[in-house]
């Protein structure tokens, strides 16, 4: 480790914008949610029916693949997100890393590829946050958004698994997810399009399941909504969720959200805002919810790592837009919102264990 972290001093060039501070150089107040290079990536190889076993920190940069490497020609590969969040005390911090390596271990067994340890992934997901740490914005302007892939590498001209796998982790500063902001998305129910089907990989982090969603989110923006909200396969009456975050709904003192079985993605931020919510004396319930109680719903926001918890202004579908009240000071999302940041800031007892320091 001592090795690593020293040649990562070394390799810095001064050219690289490195800030008095110890900062990049680079305006903290416009970040979005774009592609920010930063210095450092982890990758580590594995050849098929074995362990990984030991990775590096290497610059970013491209990497070299076979044309017939089956991420490139089956899809096989599988994508994690996660934040290193700065605290006002200068400690980094990490949410839950362990639930990202368990998921990317299920969905490594759903696609055929063998996954990094927990103690792997965790300890590749700090060495990428602390070589790029210049990049981890200052408290409250963001964070470092930490993107592990594990991709089928090797080739393969027939369909089968590949021969080699690689884990990649790669980081880039971000601030809001959507161009709204922190306001209320404007959500467009599809129902002509489906995300997951029963049986297949929508319950996984398989890179598969967001190129079938460029079209239908492209058609909702086109119309001036925020994002889609995709409907059950079967019936198309069930809400499941949208195109990178869960949904949840608030009826008095009940807040709802569609069950994890495989059709949608069992996310971190939701199962953390499900324990929220719980501390808060609310119910809450994991069930089947149709379009129509949405439509009937006090409030509803969405919850991911890159959305965090976002509230819903408003629902349209087939032609029917409703809106819901978002600016009270006292809403459910708000409340809950407000304490799951104040874990993650340190402001409250993160009472589960939940944060990681990383330095
Ligand atoms: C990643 C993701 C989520 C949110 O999961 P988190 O673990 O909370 O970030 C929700 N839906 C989809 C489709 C996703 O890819």
């Given at each position: 480790m001592a090795a690593i972290s020293s040649s990562i001093s070394l390799s810095?060039?001064?050219?690289?914008?490195?800030?008095?501070?110890?900062?990049?150089?680079?305006?903290?107040?416009?970040?979005?949610?774009?592609l920010t290079p930063t210095d450092y990536m982890y990758k580590m190889k594995c050849f098929e029916n074995e362990e990984f076993t030991e990775g590096q920190l290497i610059p970013f940069g491209n990497i070299e693949l076979s044309p017939a490497a089956t991420v490139l020609n089956y899809g096989q590969g599988l994508f994690e997100g996660m934040k290193a969040i700065r605290r006002e005390n200068g400690k980094l911090v990490l949410f839950r890393p362990d639930e990202n390596a368990l998921r990317m271990q299920i969905g490594a067994e759903r696609m055929c590829m063998p996954s990094p340890s927990v103690d792997q992934f965790i300890d590749a997901v700090k060495q990428t946050a602390l070589a790029n740490k210049r990049w981890i914005p200052p408290p409250g302007k963001g964070s470092l958004y930490i993107r592990p892939l594990l991709l089928g590498t090797g080739a393969a001209l027939g369909v089968s698994a590949a021969p080699e796998y690689t884990f990649l982790i790669y980081a880039s500063p971000v601030r809001?997810?959507?161009?709204?902001?922190t306001a209320a998305l404007n959500l467009y129910v599809e129902?002509?399009?489906?995300r997951a089907s029963r049986?297949?990989?929508?319950?996984?982090?398989?890179?598969?399941?967001y190129a079938r969603g460029l079209k239908p989110l492209a058609r909702a923006k086109a119309r001036g909504f925020s994002d889609v909200l995709y409907l059950d396969?079967?019936?198309?009456k069930y809400i499941e969720e949208v195109s990178t975050c869960n949904i949840f709904i608030v009826k008095e003192k009940t807040i709802s959200t569609p069950p994890t079985k495989g059709t949608i993605l069992p996310g971190v931020t939701r199962k953390s805002i499900i324990d929220v919510a719980r501390d808060h004396g609310f119910e809450v319930e994991e069930r089947q919810i149709a379009v129509e109680e949405l439509l009937e719903a006090d409030e509803a926001f969405c919850t991911g790592t890159a959305v965090v918890v976002v509230p819903v202004g408003s629902i349209t579908y087939q032609g029917k837009r409703v809106e819901y009240h978002t600016t009270d000071a006292n809403s459910v999302c708000k409340k809950l919102l407000s304490t799951y940041a104040a874990i993650q800031n340190g402001q409250i007892e993160d009472k589960r264990g939940w944060m990681v320091e990383i330095n």
């Open positions: 810095l060039s001064p050219t690289n914008g490195h800030g008095e501070n110890g900062y990049a150089e680079i305006d903290w107040d416009s970040l979005g949610f774009g809001n997810y959507f161009k709204e902001g129902d002509q399009f489906d049986g297949g990989v929508g319950g996984v982090k398989s890179i598969s399941n396969s079967v019936n198309g």
